[in-house]
Structures are given as C-alpha cells and as structure tokens.
C-alpha cells in the first residue's frame, strides 16, 4: 500500500512598476492554500461543481492567513486573471492591476473563482507595498501539488 501525503503550496510574486515601467518594488512570497482552496481542488477533481478560479483581489488587511479565511481582510481592488497555465504539477495564476485600480498601501492578496464573493483559493498577507495612482502592478501565483 502507497501511502503519501499530497502538499499543496503557492508562491507569489509582485512587481510593482512605476509609468514609465520601471521597478518600484518587487516581492517573491510563500502563501496559504486554505480550506475553501483545498476543497475547490477536491470538488474540480470529481467534476465541474465549482467555477474555476478566474479573478485576483488585493487589499489592505493585515491579519495573518489561516486556513478557515474565505476572503480578504479588506478587499481594494479584484480584477480578471489575464491568464492561467497548467504546466506539469503546476498552475500559474497572472494579474495585472493597472493604474487606478487598487491604488493603497497594499497588504494582501488572494485568488477567487467569482468577481465577488465566490470560493478563495489562496491568501497571502505581507509588509507593506504602495501601490500610487499612476504605478502598474502585476501578481503571478503559481500554485504547486507535489
């Protein structure tokens, strides 16, 4: 009998550009798959119940990510993911939040399958990024089953 234990892990990165594309600020973080995420996975791998997840939020709440969370603390901005690819035992997760949308000193940040409400993938919370009026920023989340 094969007994293994499946993980499941996120890592983050955000880049924060200012209008003439240079890098303002640029983070490379680890995150939490939580509850809901764990069950969308199961729920995807049995059928189609649920959506696939489509939308990223970003936000200024700054209480840590446990795995009952099934929203952000307090949601700024949540756009259409600009694209989602399966490589290998992999998801890859892209958002871009242009200028004007989203502009705060960011906090956290997760990944939705609605454009509001709906199942929340991942969250992640760190130190601060200000995002200004003008700045570009874009997240890429890759998602891992090992």
């Given at each position: 009998?094969?007994?293994?234990?499946?993980?499941?892990?996120?890592?983050?990165?955000?880049?924060?550009?200012?209008?003439?594309?240079?890098?303002?600020?640029?983070?490379?973080?680890?995150?939490?798959?939580?509850?809901?995420?764990?069950?969308?996975?199961?729920?995807?791998?049995?059928?189609?119940?649920?959506?696939?997840?489509s939308h990223m939020?970003?936000?200024?709440g700054a209480t840590?990510?446990?795995?009952?969370?099934?929203?952000?603390?307090?949601?700024?901005?949540?756009?259409?993911?600009?694209?989602?690819?399966?490589?290998?035992?992999?998801?890859?997760?892209?958002?871009?939040?242009?200028?004007?949308?989203?502009?705060?000193?960011?906090?956290?940040?997760?990944?939705?399958?609605?454009?509001?409400?709906?199942?929340?993938?991942?969250?992640?919370?760190?130190?601060?990024?200000?995002?200004?009026?003008?700045?570009?920023?874009?997240?890429?989340?890759?998602?891992?089953?090992?």
């Amino acid at each position: 009998m094969f007994n293994k234990k499946l993980n499941v892990t996120g890592k983050v990165d955000v880049v924060v550009y200012d209008t003439d594309g240079n890098i303002k600020d640029e983070r490379h973080i680890s995150n939490l798959v939580v509850d809901t995420g764990l069950d969308f996975i199961a729920s995807r791998m049995a059928g189609t119940a649920s959506s696939v997840m489509s939308h990223m939020a970003i936000g200024t709440g700054a209480t840590a990510p446990v795995a009952a969370n099934t929203g952000l603390g307090s949601e700024s901005a949540r756009v259409v993911l600009d694209s989602t690819t399966a490589t290998d035992n992999s998801v890859a997760y892209v958002a871009t939040f242009g200028a004007g949308v989203g502009t705060a000193s960011l906090t956290e940040a997760g990944i939705f399958n609605a454009s509001s409400a709906g199942d929340m993938l991942c969250r992640v919370t760190y130190s601060v990024i200000n995002k200004g009026a003008a700045d570009t920023m874009t997240i890429t989340w890759t998602i891992t089953i090992s």
